[in-house]
């Protein structure tokens, strides 16, 4: 069996991480060379385009150019990859884990401070850079609920705002449940100054509370509850 969490990063997917290793599965946190014949989870997309295919190795990676990361935009970020593993495997699950829209541009915001000050894909902030972070995520999210309405293998949805949403995802999984997850990524200090960021940011694009708080687009709330197994 593999699982795929396929969510972006900075949803938890240190959480996902430790969950899979209390299980005795071995798994893969990180964006780069998703090898599946050493790994059978793998937690962490780098909310980055996968933009190659491996076939003969079977893996799928990033660039380990930085600047083309920087280059490259939502409209990169297709889900081959996904379609590729879905065909390849009989026995898998996809785990799409998701949060709402301002704690996940908060973690991503914070997370930039945190790699030292240096430009990364996530620092210096711009209203940009932000404005492609929702493009993505509106964009990516369309593309994974219409295609797995029709997939091989399962998927769950995840909402990981949820209180109870490990014990679910244990529970369906049959797994292990363990009370002993990593600490929040945002500290006090960094969300104070963040918010006041995003607010003017809200303000200026017309960004409104509803959009701020939801975990997808309102178009596809009621395409994704046909799917069998949400929380």
Wanted: hydrophobic share 35%.
């Amino acid at each position: 069996m593999k699982y795929f969490c396929i969510g972006h990063n900075k949803c938890a997917t240190s959480t996902l991480t430790t969950i899979f290793q209390h299980n005795g599965v071995s798994c893969h946190h990180g964006p780069m060379n998703w090898s599946l014949k050493d790994y059978n989870s793998f937690t962490d997309t780098g909310g980055i385009p996968f933009i190659d295919i491996d076939k003969k190795n079977e893996t799928v990676h990033h660039s380990t150019n930085i600047e083309q990361h920087f280059s490259l935009t939502y409209k990169n970020f297709d889900i081959n990859n996904l379609i590729w593993l879905d065909q390849l495997l009989d026995d898998c699950i996809f785990i799409y884990n998701m949060r709402d829209l301002q704690g996940w541009m908060l973690s991503r915001m914070s997370h930039g401070i945190r790699l030292g000050g240096q430009k990364n894909q996530f620092y210096p902030t711009t209203d940009n850079m932000l404005l492609d972070w929702i493009n993505l995520r509106n964009y990516y999210a369309q593309q994974v609920i219409n295609y797995f309405q029709n997939s091989k293998n399962s998927i769950i949805l995840i909402d990981t705002t949820q209180p109870h949403w490990i014990n679910f995802l244990c529970e369906f999984l049959n797994f292990r449940y363990k009370n002993n997850f990593p600490p929040r990524n945002v500290t006090r200090e960094d969300k104070r100054s963040l918010l006041s960021k995003l607010c003017f940011f809200y303000k200026k694009h017309g960004i409104t509370e509803k959009d701020r708080l939801s975990i997808m687009p309102e178009n596809l709330v009621s395409l994704s509850k046909t799917l069998p197994n949400n929380f």
